[in-house]
Structure formats: structure tokens, C-alpha cells
């Protein structure tokens, strides 16, 4: 992996990131509440095979941490959601779209999901409703108490 592969992602996540993050926390503490969420694979705690995506991710934990101490006091808060390997979100031909190479056949492809949700603790990878459904909730009055973290939607062992 070069240099500028890895390095990439980090300066593009860190970017968008903040300036999409900047641009909502303004609007939001002027009305004095509101909330950021958002959404990584929680692949900072080590994902072999994944380039800067643990990096990255690592680096949008702690950027959210950051943001949630900064804008808490204006009302406003800043969260997150760990999910991947969400089962009706991917496929062999998505995967094939970011990477033609290796080939993925459906066999194959449904050994990887039935292998990712034989490691969760929960023994089943999370759904797009159901990522909708928490993201939904975090962002609602329900979840007022909750900012500066991550929840771990993956049903995995992340740390907390």
C-alpha cells in the first residue's frame, strides 16, 4: 500500500467530517439543540485486510468525542453508530463496484456474512431497519442523555 492509498481516506474522512459537522454545529447552537450522528465501522479497534479504514474510523471516534465536550454546552449533541457487514446493505456486485478484483461468487459471499455473525455476540449482523431504528432513536429526545460515544449496532465485542 503506498503511502498516498493510505493517507488518503484519513485526509478525506477528517475533511468531509469536519466541514459537514462544522456547518451543522453552527445552525444547531444557534437554535440550541440538535444532534450529529455519526456512523463508522468501528473498525479502529483492528480490522486486518482494511487499509486506512481503522485509521480513519479511529479518527472519527475521537473527532466525535471531541465535538460532543465543544458543542454539549450549547444544547447540542455529538454521537455515533458502530455497524458493518450490515447483511441487506451488501452484496456480491457492490462489492465487485469498489473492487473488481478478487471476484466474489454468492457462495462465497454468504460464508463471509455467516462467518461475520457467528463472531458477534449476539450470533446475527444487524439489518438496515435496524440501524435505521437506533439511528432514529439516537437522534430523538429518548436518547437526550447520550453524546460523545459510539453504539455498537454491529453486535460485536468492541470495546466502550
Do not use: C, Y
Not at 440538535?34 to 485486510?49: E, Q, R, T
Not at 447540542?76 to 471476484?103: F, M
Not at 461468487?105 to 460464508?111: I, P, Q, V, Y
Request: no cysteine.
Amino acid at each position: 500500500m503506498s503511502t498516498a492509498d493510505f493517507v488518503g481516506p484519513i485526509t478525506t474522512g477528517a475533511t468531509t467530517n469536519f466541514i459537514t459537522a462544522r456547518a451543522a454545529a453552527r445552525h444547531m447552537i444557534r437554535q440550541g439543540s440538535g444532534v450529529i450522528l455519526a456512523i463508522n465501522s468501528g473498525s479502529a479497534f483492528g480490522s486486518p485486510l482494511m487499509g486506512a479504514t481503522g485509521p480513519a474510523d479511529a479518527l472519527l471516534d475521537t473527532f466525535i468525542r471531541n465535538l460532543a465536550v465543544e458543542i454539549g454546552p450549547h444544547g447540542v449533541r455529538a454521537l455515533g453508530i458502530w455497524t458493518s457487514g450490515v447483511e441487506d446493505a451488501v452484496s456480491p456486485a457492490k462489492l465487485t463496484a469498489v473492487n473488481p478484483a478478487p471476484q466474489v461468487d454468492e457462495a462465497t459471499f454468504r460464508g463471509v456474512l455467516d462467518h461475520l455473525s457467528s463472531v458477534r455476540a449476539l450470533r446475527r449482523s444487524p439489518r438496515v431497519a435496524q440501524v435505521a431504528a437506533t439511528a432514529a432513536f439516537l437522534a430523538s429526545d429518548h436518547a437526550a442523555a447520550i453524546t460523545g460515544t459510539f453504539v455498537n449496532v454491529t453486535s460485536g465485542t468492541f470495546p466502550s
